[in-house]
């Protein structure tokens, strides 16, 4: 993809690899960073006939410094699928938010098929969360924990399903009557936000029934990790309320079934925790993270309730 401009973190000139180059191996490793077959992922198709021509190196003698530089740095370079991949490129060019990481992975379909794109799925450990959920929305192929953790889920409920059948053989001449599957493990999360909801006497008037529509939200809001750390503590999301109420109590547009909505990609759950709607009463915009909960057991407090 071409580009007016490329970064490149000063930093380099003091890594002990980048060091080790030669002065003819660094101009070949900056070419690679800087020149206009990059693209905005790092990982891309690379000719390395056009890499020698642009620098004015000898093919064979450009191959050679090539070869040593991927090695030196940990590139990864596959001959086959000619593609070249940068494993730490989103340490330094990680997106601002998600609708730029969505504009940036439109790049991933001039891409071959390679070697290297399951490490790329992988490669996720400098993503901010907002970031994270527009990167595996905007995957055009399948996370692979995604999978896994959906055959988790399905391999408990069948042994909780096998338990019950097995209990229920147990007693001579009675049949085991059939029954549905038990309920995913998670709901227990989902259960307890209603009811803490419910509770807050200022929410009552948007009470929540496990309706059919809210139960599918939940559902779909799981199937997003990002997310997920966040839904595993329902007590840190009714606190995030609280500390906005000022903001939330007078809009029209907030309920339940807001929390699981998305704008540009980003999950709105994610900009509530994030502190995007922060009370505006001086309140400082901290992220209420797994752990920073309200009492469990407290009961409604004058107008609010106590959290």
Not at 62 to 76: K, N, Y
Not at 89 to 110: F, I, R
Request: proline fraction near 7%; glycine fraction near 6%.
């Amino acid at each position: 993809m071409a580009a007016k401009y490329r970064k490149v973190d000063p930093r380099v000139w003091n890594d002990e690899k980048f060091r080790q180059l030669s002065p003819d191996d660094k101009l070949v490793a900056l070419y690679c960073l800087t020149c206009d077959q990059t693209n905005r992922i790092g990982l891309f198709v690379f000719s390395v006939g056009k890499a020698a021509e642009d620098i004015g190196l000898a093919p064979d003698d450009f191959t050679g410094r090539f070869d040593r530089v991927c090695e030196t740095l940990s590139w990864r370079w596959d001959r086959v699928s000619r593609t070249l991949y940068f494993p730490m490129w989103w340490k330094y060019n990680a997106p601002d938010n998600g609708k730029h990481m969505l504009g940036c992975l439109q790049d991933l379909h001039d891409i071959p098929r390679s070697p290297f794109l399951q490490a790329f799925c992988d490669n996720t450990q400098w993503f901010k969360p907002p970031v994270l959920a527009a990167f595996e929305k905007g995957m055009p192929y399948p996370m692979p924990y995604q999978e896994q953790e959906q055959e988790q889920e399905q391999e408990q409920e069948q042994e909780c399903a096998q338990q019950v059948a097995s209990h229920a053989g147990l007693l001579p001449g009675v049949e085991a009557e059939p029954s549905e599957p038990p309920p995913p493990l998670h709901h227990q999360y989902r259960d307890e936000l209603a009811s803490g909801w419910n509770k807050v006497a200022w929410l009552r008037k948007l009470q929540v029934p496990l309706a059919v529509s809210y139960q599918e939200a939940w559902d779909k809001g799981w199937r997003n990790t990002a997310l997920r750390t966040y839904m595993r503590d329902p007590p840190a999301i009714l606190r995030r309320i609280h500390d906005s109420e000022s903001v939330l109590r007078d809009n029209g547009w907030f309920n339940f079934a807001w929390l699981f909505g998305q704008k540009h990609g980003i999950k709105n759950l994610t900009k509530l925790m994030e502190g995007n709607y922060v009370d505006s009463n001086g309140r400082q915009k901290v992220t209420a993270g797994p752990g920073q909960i309200y009492d469990r057991d407290a009961t409604d407090d004058g107008e609010h309730g106590k959290l």
